[in-house]
């Protein structure tokens, strides 16, 4: 098979090179999985980078990045219904704590790692749900249903949020969303029922003023560390902050005492270590949403497997109106 490899941690035209390799066989349980489309995310680019907290050393001697993907099972090992040969399925967590993703045509791995892909979903959608709608999905709903409540969406027009924004919309929450400029329409058109600057000065004040004047229930939190104060002047008692993000305050000084006194329950999400029943209730969430027209995955450009490095600079670059793809065939 050809696969997207790095063997040294660096910029992505400087690392990143096509190699011809052997797909493992799959084992027990596990499958292989002929992919038609690799998604790139923030977390893949930084790997490449060396940029991750702690991580000093390559892990491992070549690495084939991308933890998302979606394509169809073409071998099973033992173990695995053989009505899953032939399947259409998308990927989660292909290369975490892994060497070989899904930049590549192929990849073998737990049999459960690649789950059905209902058949009105396109594969470019199947490779987003991995990082961005599993993460989406949790955060909007890992506390429980929202229907009724309050839900803040701190960056609203990023690939996660945007996608939190429909989810909570769809899960009949009423939705306040943050983003600035061109952002803000995309948020309005994702389902929020207030799009809000983040950047004004009064946003506390803005975000209670669209609640009418009541505390928020839940928060999805992209920074974390530079919205803290916001998120606790609005939240309400007994409500939950969900962060997946403080990238740029990654050591932040916390509010303890007014967050105690609202007996304010903070999750910090790392979607690849859901454990199996939450993973398994947002799954179902989002092929639910996606069945029922409640959530689409926007897509900003699509590359070619030789233009892998491009498709990291355009995850760096940001300011992305939906997701990166790579195409594996």
Excluded at 17 to 25: F, G, T
Excluded at 289 to 315: I, N, W
Aim: hydrophobic content about 45%; proline content about 6%; overall charge negative.
């Amino acid at each position: 098979m050809k696969a997207v490899t790095y063997r040294a941690f660096g910029p992505a035209a400087d690392v990143l090179q096509i190699e011809d390799m052997d797909c493992p066989a799959p084992a027990p349980g596990e499958v292989t999985v002929d992919l038609q489309f690799s998604g790139v995310n923030p977390s893949d680019v930084k790997a490449r980078a060396g940029a991750r907290a702690g991580v000093t050393e390559l892990p491992y001697p070549a690495i084939i990045p991308h933890s998302d993907g979606a394509g169809v099972i073409s071998a099973i090992g033992e173990g695995v219904p053989r009505d899953r040969l032939g399947q259409r399925v998308w990927i989660w967590n292909g290369q975490w704590q892994r060497a070989f993703g899904t930049a590549a045509q192929q990849i073998t791995l737990p049999a459960e790692q690649a789950v059905a892909l209902p058949d009105d979903v396109t594969m470019e959608t199947g490779a987003i749900l991995g990082i961005p709608g599993l993460t989406a999905c949790h955060t909007v709903f890992g506390g429980g249903d929202v229907a009724g409540k309050t839900v803040l969406v701190q960056g609203g027009a990023g690939t996660v949020g945007h996608l939190a924004v429909q989810l909570a919309r769809w899960g009949g929450a009423r939705v306040i969303a943050t983003a600035r400029g061109a952002g803000l329409e995309r948020v309005r058109d994702a389902g929020a029922h207030a799009a809000l600057d983040f950047e004004a000065p009064d946003l506390a004040a803005r975000i209670l003023a669209a609640n009418e004047g009541r505390p928020v229930n839940r928060i999805v939190e992209v920074e974390f560390g530079l919205n803290i104060a916001t998120d606790t002047a609005v939240i309400a008692e007994n409500g939950q902050i969900c962060a997946y993000g403080s990238a740029r305050q990654m050591e932040p000084v916390l509010p303890f005492y007014p967050l105690m006194f609202k007996a304010v329950t903070l999750e910090m999400t790392l979607i690849y270590l859901l454990p199996p029943a939450p993973r398994a209730a947002a799954i179902a969430r989002l092929h639910d949403a996606l069945q029922q027209g409640g959530l689409t995955c926007p897509v900003a450009e699509t590359f070619d497997m030789k233009d892998c490095a491009a498709a990291h600079r355009a995850v760096e670059d940001g300011a992305r109106d939906g997701a990166i793809l790579m195409r594996c065939t």
